[in-house]
Nanobody, 115 residues
Framework: QVQLVESGGGLVQAGGSLTLSCAAS????????MGWYRQAPGKQRELVAY???????NYADSVKGRFTISRDNAKNTVYLQMNSLKPEDTAVYYC?????????WGQGTQVTVSS
């Protein structure tokens, strides 16, 4: 029911920055949690960060201090500001949106960090 459109991925050098965005539409209920997961080849999908409707955030240890998640509730959009990127951050990043009735995923956007 919920459509998620991701954007912002790309290729950057180590130490660079990218901002991902994910816009949700079609949800009947308010969005409780918006988050980002990532999956590298041969690895399981892992949580990167999430932000709840009240503003509480959580980050994977590997990205703490470098990534910042935020949301615009009026726009049903979540952002992930990624700074000081490392090659280990290379993965497909997936937006995740949770409502009372749904748990939906975006199409994924590739983030590649060279060096």
């Amino acid at each position: 029911q919920v459509q998620l459109v991701e954007s912002g991925g790309g290729l950057v050098q180590a130490g660079g920055s990218l901002t991902l965005s994910c816009a949700a539409s079609g949800n009947r209920f308010s969005i409780n949690v918006m988050g980002w997961y990532r999956q590298a080849p041969g690895k399981q999908r892992e949580l990167v960060a999430y932000v709840a409707s009240g503003g509480v955030t959580n980050y994977a240890d590997s990205v703490k201090g470098r990534f910042t998640i935020s949301r615009d509730n009026a726009k049903n959009t979540v952002y992930l500001q990624m700074n000081s990127l490392k090659p280990e951050d290379t993965a497909v990043y997936y937006c995740n949106v949770r409502t009372i009735g749904n748990n939906d995923w975006g199409q994924g956007t590739q983030v590649t960090v060279s060096s």
